[in-house]
């Protein structure tokens, strides 16, 4: 008889024992698919290794945060380590002298803000990404540069105290010069950023670790059709490359031939790019550039920013999507790495955790509420974070992905879409919630102060293990107020 995956409701994951006697969720006529389906997962989807019951105390329920899913679409909300607060764009106002924030009148420490989203705008997407060294990344239009400048036009970035939105970055500063629609897919451009060393960091948190990739002396170009050329590049240009081939020479190629140029650093500029001296930020802008850098002025005027690559630039209000706050009190569990990470193998085979995105690589949202930071993960996954003592609360948005929403008949009846999230602190479980795609987002704040570790595991809900595709949006450990 087969069997099908279901939790164990204690914190561990294990193939359920079938009813005697009965039928399965979809009775006798069960098409036949869900039938293989059930008995492929049921062999497989069990967490490797044997696993011990945790002690279970009476079920805490966290604490309520606010959430910005009641927002209008048109306010700014701030997120900050005891809530959320949302109003109008153009009250906020950054005090650089008190380093303290404000939304509608109400001032923050820049250390109690976690972060702050602005109303989106949607603006023509530039066809050229430019990755640089140390993980910004900005979408452009090339201009005309020379050997040792990449010129280009943003949309959403201009030199500060200029008016023109015409820039340049060294060349040596720029890890890759990447035309996206020219990928066959958009998983491949994501795959092909992900594996660049010295980049944005990889948005997949292995099972095992990794060694580094090893560092190539040459420029790359990738073609369009697939093939390598190794060289040197030597200038980009508006519409071309001029590239010195190791095989064919000095060569000119059109950008609509090629996928990506990879720029390999000098030795001197193998260094950490140091951070610019001020509130640390990192800055999401509508087009999806990213700049990392120090926050100089904020509100109804706009944004400046010291940016480690670009100096000092500037941005129009409804130009900036979010402003995610470095070095305070909180810490994204995205930007951490865990200590223990448990796949299991299921009919689908093990979906790597995602960094920053869903677990297919895209963005996370939930019921079409985006979040620029978070986990996405897939049932039944686990991951295990070492506290050390440092923290005191944890906080995440949890929800099915708008991904997790089925898109069959067959999916919806056999519980497509539905996951168990788990907390647990030292092996204890702290949270447990069944959540179906129709949900909406979920706040949760749990206390973790003298705990040990922090466990959070994405489980089977009621169903087959389909489309248990978990976001843990905005995760994040907060430091005690005297850290």
């Not at 098409?31 to 105390?57: D, F, I, M, S, Y």
Request: net charge negative; with cysteine.
């Amino acid at each position: 008889m087969s069997q099908r995956v279901r939790v164990r409701r204690r914190g561990a994951f294990e193939p359920a024992r079938a009813r005697a006697g009965g039928t399965s969720a979809g009775g006798a006529g069960a098409p036949a698919l869900a039938v293989l389906c059930a008995a492929l997962v049921g062999a497989g989807a069990a967490l490797a290794g044997p696993q011990t019951e945790p002690a279970r105390p009476p079920q805490v329920s966290p604490t309520p945060t606010p959430t910005a899913t009641t927002a209008p679409p048109t306010a700014a909300t701030l997120w900050t380590v005891s809530g959320t607060r949302a109003g109008d764009p153009a009250t906020v106002a950054f005090a650089p002298a008190t380093g303290g924030l404000s939304l509608a009148g109400t001032v923050t420490p820049l250390a109690e803000v976690v972060l702050i989203r602005f109303p989106e705008h949607r603006i023509v997407t530039q066809p050229v990404r430019l990755l640089l060294r140390g993980g910004e990344e900005l979408a452009v239009t090339l201009r005309d540069g020379d050997e040792d400048r990449v010129v280009f036009e943003s949309l959403v970035l201009a030199r500060s105290g200029a008016d023109t939105t015409t820039l340049s970055v060294p060349i040596d500063s720029v890890l890759a010069i990447a035309f996206p629609d020219q990928f066959p897919s958009a998983g491949r451009f994501r795959q092909f950023r992900n594996e660049l060393p010295g980049g944005r960091r990889s948005s997949q948190i292995p099972a095992q670790p990794v060694a580094p990739a090893g560092k190539d002396d040459n420029d790359v170009v990738l073609t369009l059709e697939g093939s390598r050329l190794t060289g040197l590049l030597e200038r980009v240009l508006a519409r071309a490359i001029d590239f010195e081939a190791d095989t064919l020479g000095r060569v000119t190629l059109d950008h609509d031939k090629i996928r990506a140029v990879t720029i390999s650093a000098l030795e001197e500029d193998e260094t950490d790019l140091a951070p610019a001296i001020g509130p640390q930020v990192g800055v999401t802008f509508q087009d999806g550039s990213y700049l990392v850098g120090a926050l100089l002025t904020l509100g109804a005027d706009g944004l400046t920013m010291r940016s480690r690559s670009l100096g000092e630039v500037r941005a129009q209000l409804d130009h900036v999507r979010f402003v995610e706050v470095r070095g305070g009190r909180s810490v994204f569990l995205s930007d951490l790495e865990p200590e223990a990470v448990e796949l299991a193998e299921t009919l689908f085979s093990p979906h790597p955790v995602q960094r920053d995105a869903n677990v297919l690589g895209g963005p996370l949202k939930i019921r079409g509420e985006l979040f620029r930071k978070g986990l996405g993960m897939h049932a039944p996954t686990r991951l295990r974070y070492r506290l050390g003592g440092e923290y005191e609360r944890f906080q995440a948005i949890i929800g099915m992905d708008d991904e997790a929403r089925p898109t069959s008949v067959e999916a919806e009846t056999y519980g497509g879409g539905t996951a168990l999230f788990r907390v647990l602190l030292d092996g204890v479980v702290a949270l447990e919630k069944e959540l179906s795609y129709r949900d909406p987002p979920l706040p949760i704040d749990i206390p973790v102060a003298g705990k040990t570790t922090l466990t959070i595991e994405v489980d089977a809900g009621t169903g087959f293990i389909i489309l248990d595709r978990a976001d843990w949006a905005d995760a994040r450990l907060v430091r005690g107020s005297s850290s």
